[in-house]
């Protein structure tokens, strides 16, 4: 039995192992370099695309287009969900080294 203390977070993610339930996996400081720069490049989408809508919302409210903002809002919600499942879909690629 081994004298340091476990974290209930590590212990919790044992069991997991243990049955199967969760995979660990060793990402290399390339991997990692890639996904962090993965992400600030999506997350600096996904703020360009709120910034857009922001002013084209507030474009429609000065011009009294008020029945637009839903559309615009609706359109925003949209640009970032698919731009986070890109996101996701090139981070999982990266993990399982298929990054190109």
């Not at 203390?5 to 660990?24: C, D, F, N, P, Q």
């Not at 084209?56 to 986070?84: C, F, H, N, P, Y």
């Not at 499942?85 to 990266?94: F, L, N, Q, T, W």
């Amino acid at each position: 039995m081994s004298n340091e203390l476990k974290s209930a977070w590590e212990i919790a993610l044992e069991k997991m192992e243990a049955s199967g339930e969760a995979r660990v996996e060793e990402l290399s400081e390339e991997q990692k370099e890639a996904i962090a720069e993965t992400r600030r490049k999506y997350r600096a989408r996904i703020a360009e695309a709120e910034i857009n809508a922001a002013a084209r919302i507030r474009g429609a409210l000065e011009s009294g287009q008020v029945d637009q903002i839903r559309g615009l809002q609706e359109e925003l919600s949209r640009e970032r969900r698919k731009l986070e499942d890109r996101m996701e879909s090139k981070v999982e690629a990266i993990r399982e080294g298929k990054d190109d």
